[in-house]
């Protein structure tokens, strides 16, 4: 998809996110909107995945570690046909498939229940070792948050990544700098995190996570053999909702009617 | 019962042989394959055991991941690491999703001896069985541990294993082994002593030396706890009216709660719980400690005696 097409896709994913949640009264869509661009480029134009057949033993992995970004997930596998948009109205709601965490038992596509952070990079992990001992070519993706970082096990993950030489896992950190009580700089700093991944062992990509075609540049870009691949995306919190972007109480809170009409508003094409 | 095996040995060997007929199964450890046994996996297959590491949580999530590709994850460790520091890991990544994941840990309970209050898990079944959807599985000795190893590759869904660390007897008489299914080992009138793990061959000891007084009890081997074998229990507790469970384990959440829970409001009788009466353990020999927590066959048997 090219990037004209892939913006398109990345507005309805929004659009989309608004609604969820805006219906649910609940959810995430700060961290929802920030992850958009780089969770739509990795399904749209880098997974080999099938809608039809979700469970197929071979195909690419994806794992939402920060799994309160849920609508976006969900807004995603919609566009790429994986489920409805007529779902979304159950986002949150008894007996749906949407919960507010990601359920891998219900979702089609949703490939590890994640939403406990700090544990879904480590899955990626699995994923992609499990790849490499049956000798597959199967991709492995995963999108953290920056507060997440803050989880000892995100570390864990990284060491067992770079130990097991997994050059088939993409892990990309969703950096845009904010968490439930405060900025990350005012909760727990994570200090130089380039530095830091960059020690861990991995071949770093730093990119600006809302233009398509860095981050087209940095998923296609190869890697050393043996290197597993991280992708640094500085992101805005709420991108593509004026009244959200950077702004630490859309973290958690849903948009009332009201500012559910202003967002898709701005969310025109 | 002349021989000793501990169900860890036992485990780790049967491993290593399933490794030669399933080539799905994988073993992951933390840094403790020469305790948890699974080094003899690791020699046999190489290049299907992974360690990860002194980092429990991070196994647990690998093995969740490897399962996703159709792989068979053993994770080992031991029990308190286990089930307690990766308690979360386990019910969200692996329970949560029911991904076929194998959770082996071994250094369960007091018979740890020597290392302490620190790494003797006496809450492991407790906390597993809290989890919906798991299964929880306590081999009574070797052979049962090696079956119970086998099962574990043919059945679908997570399971915690709870495994010894100190020499036990080996039974004499080879008993089948299924999950969820019961073994009567001994029938007695008086009294239904159901046990799991190291304490069947001290219940069974517990019911000569009863015998001896003229007090016949029935001694059932209760090794899968979850799902529990409730037509057995009830069948039991109501033939003999008098129920004793035994368990290396608080006497809060493990077997003896199991039981409770099948008989209450359905069969009347009397029930006395033996297990860890609500304290840590500590360090000293492992036969040492067991009888400081009044876990031996003649301190089993004066308690029974005292119930009658």
Not at chain 1, 101 to 125: E, R, W
Not at chain 1, 162 to 179: C, E, P, R, S, W
Request: charged share 20%; hydrophobic share 40%; aromatic share 6%.
């Amino acid at each position: 998809m090219n990037t004209a097409e892939l913006k398109k896709v990345c507005t309805q994913v929004r659009r989309n996110i608004i609604n969820m949640t805006a219906n649910a009264g609940s959810g995430h869509p700060g961290g929802s909107l920030s992850s958009v661009d780089l969770m739509t480029s990795v399904f749209f134009n880098h997974m080999r995945i099938d809608p039809k057949n979700p469970r197929n033993p071979d195909r690419d992995r994806f794992v939402l570690s920060k799994g309160h970004a849920a609508p976006c997930y969900y807004g995603v596998l919609a566009e790429r046909g994986f489920i409805s948009r007529d779902e979304f109205i159950n986002f949150r709601q008894l007996h749906s498939i949407l919960q507010g965490h990601p359920d891998a038992k219900k979702v089609p596509g949703v490939d590890a229940s994640t939403g406990s952070l700090g544990q879904g990079c480590s899955i990626a992990v699995g994923m992609a070792l499990g790849a490499k001992v049956q000798g597959k070519d199967t991709k492995v993706y995963t999108i953290l948050g920056d507060g997440e970082c803050q989880e000892g096990q995100i570390w864990e993950a990284f060491m067992a990544a770079a130990h097991y030489k997994l050059d088939n896992l993409t892990v990309i950190v969703d950096n845009n700098g904010l968490q439930i009580d405060g900025s990350n700089d005012e909760v727990m700093s994570l200090g130089d995190l380039p530095a830091k991944l960059r020690a861990f062992g991995f071949e770093l990509f730093e990119i600006d996570g809302h233009d398509l075609d860095a981050i087209e540049a940095a998923l296609s870009a190869p890697v050393p053999q043996g290197k597993p691949k991280c992708i640094l995306a500085h992101t805005v919190k709420g991108k593509g909702v004026s009244f959200m972007e950077n702004q630490v109480g859309w973290h958690g809170k849903a948009p009332n009617a009201e500012q559910r009409e202003q967002a898709l508003k701005e969310l025109e094409d | 019962m002349s021989e000793k095996i501990a169900t860890r040995e036992a485990y780790g060997k049967a491993l290593a042989e399933l490794g030669n007929v399933n080539d799905k199964v994988v073993v992951l450890d933390a840094d403790l394959a020469g305790a948890t046994m699974t080094k003899f996996f690791k020699a046999a297959h190489p290049d299907r055991f992974f360690d990860c590491g002194i980092a429990e949580g991070n196994m647990m999530d690998i093995g969740a991941g490897l399962s996703t590709t159709g792989l068979v994850p053993y994770c080992s460790t031991f029990a308190l690491f286990g089930a307690g520091r990766a308690y979360e890991q386990i019910r969200n990544s692996i329970a949560y999703p029911r991904f076929n994941v194998k959770i082996c840990c071994t250094h369960a309970g007091l018979s740890v001896g020597e290392d302490g209050g620190s790494h003797q898990s006496v809450e492991d079944i407790g906390l597993m069985r809290l989890i919906p959807g798991m299964t929880v599985i306590v081999p009574a000795d070797a052979n049962e541990a090696k079956k119970a190893t086998f099962a574990l590759a043919d059945f679908q869904g997570p399971v915690y294993m709870r495994l010894a660390r100190s020499a036990t007897p080996v039974f004499e008489e080879d008993y089948p082994f299924e999950i969820g299914k019961a073994n009567v080992m001994r029938e007695g009138k008086d009294a239904a002593v159901f046990a799991c793990g190291t304490m069947v061959p001290e219940a069974l000891e517990a019911a000569r030396l009863l015998a001896a007084d003229g007090i016949e009890v029935s001694v059932i081997n209760v090794h899968t706890i979850k799902p529990i074998d409730a037509d057995c229990v009830a069948k039991y507790a109501a033939k003999t009216g008098n129920v004793i469970t035994v368990e290396e384990h608080s006497v809060i959440g493990g077997l003896g709660d199991a039981v409770a829970d099948v008989l209450m409001g359905k069969v009347n009788c009397k029930f006395l719980k033996i297990g860890v009466n609500d304290q840590f353990g500590q360090s000293g020999k492992a036969a040492d400690v067991m009888r400081e927590y009044g876990l031996t066959a003649d301190q089993i048997a004066a308690k029974i005696k005292g119930t009658l």
